[in-house]
């Protein structure tokens, strides 16, 4: 996981295949284990910890799914 910190848009192409995405409200910040200094964090969103990272059970998740054939 990362935080865009340019704020900046961004386009997303996908030809095939699927892309999925998980979006956190940014005052869940402190469920989500940031790493100092730095725009990541240590936890992973796709495969949870909850023992490793209890806060993250907390933090209000967003999910999304793009699906692609040609």
Wanted: charged share 25%; with cysteine; net charge positive.
């Amino acid at each position: 996981m990362h935080v865009d910190s340019g704020g900046t848009n961004f386009w997303l192409y996908l030809l095939s295949g699927k892309k999925e995405w998980r979006f956190f409200d940014p005052w869940d910040k402190i469920n989500l284990y940031g790493v100092p200094t730095s725009a990541h964090f240590k936890m992973d969103a796709f495969r949870p910890d909850y023992d490793k990272f209890p806060l993250y059970a907390r933090a209000t998740q967003y999910h999304g799914k793009l699906i692609c054939c040609l």
